[in-house]
T-cell receptor, first 112, second 112 residues
Framework: DVKVTQSSRYLVKRTGEKVFLECVQDMDHENMFWYRQDPGLGLRLIYFSYDVKMKEKGDIPEGYSVSREKKERFSLILESASTNQTSMYLC???????????FGDGTRLSIL | GQNIDQPTEMTATEGAIVQINCTYQTSGFNGLFWYQQHAGEAPTFLSYNVLDGLEEKGRFSSFLSRSKGYSYLLLKELQMKDSASYLCAVLLRGAGSYQLTFGKGTKLSVIP
């Protein structure tokens, strides 16, 4: 079974802090994704990556950056956290384009 | 812009059949996914349609009509454990990349 592991299940940070969310997958998948999920808005794509050191902007990249130095690890960075970034963050991976994405359990991030 | 619509909430009785519809107006369509998400958990893959027609997988079936921009997920012999949100997601091809865009999800409640 594919395992996508997110480093924290719950996280509380302060406004202005730099926040790192880590995601690791164990199935040698090419593609990795970061989403946020908010009530009434559904899942929205922040950034994705098709290969090591490659990244593409999704629908809502503002205020975020990503890093993919190794194939199995995809990090989401909140450069200067703001309260409107309080959300559930979900990481996903897939073998190739068009293949189903496998999701991690999510990180519920609160910015105070 | 891209638009994906599905009902916000539905209620159905244990043992019955329920159909969850999804309509989309998008450009660059490359397939449609259905995911199931129980409260507080990660989305899990249910089905993928890229050609018109019905795909059956046990109690779950998914249908696609590309000309009508329409899909549905059919759940038979409903069980209490089917209470969850069902997410419709369209795979879109943009300039040199593919992106999965989600609808807002349909919360299904199964009652005895």
């Amino acid at each position: 079974d594919v395992k996508v592991t997110q480093s924290s299940r719950y996280l509380v940070k302060r406004t202005g802090e730099k926040v790192f969310l880590e995601c690791v997958q164990d199935m040698d998948h090419e593609n990795m994704f970061w989403y946020r999920q908010d009530p009434g808005l559904g899942l929205r794509l922040i950034y994705f990556s098709y290969d090591v050191k490659m990244k593409e902007k999704g629908d809502i990249p503002e205020g975020y950056s990503v890093s993919r130095e190794k194939k199995e690890r995809f990090s989401l960075i909140l450069e200067s956290a703001s309260t409107n970034q309080t959300s559930m963050y979900l990481c996903a991976s897939s073998p190739r384009v068009g293949q189903p994405q496998h999701f991690g359990d999510g990180t519920r991030l609160s910015i105070l | 812009g891209q638009n994906i619509d599905q009902p916000t909430e539905m209620t159905a009785t244990e043992g019955a059949i329920v159909q969850i519809n999804c309509t989309y107006q998008t450009s660059g369509f490359n397939g449609l996914f259905w995911y199931q998400q129980h409260a507080g958990e990660a989305p899990t893959f249910l089905s993928y349609n890229v050609l018109d027609g019905l795909e059956e997988k046990g109690r779950f079936s998914s249908f696609l009509s590309r000309s009508k921009g329409y899909s549905y997920l059919l759940l038979k012999e409903l069980q209490m454990k089917d209470s969850a949100s069902y997410l419709c997601a369209v795979l879109l091809r943009g300039a040199g990349s593919y992106q999965l865009t989600f609808g807002k999800g349909t919360k299904l409640s199964v009652i005895p």
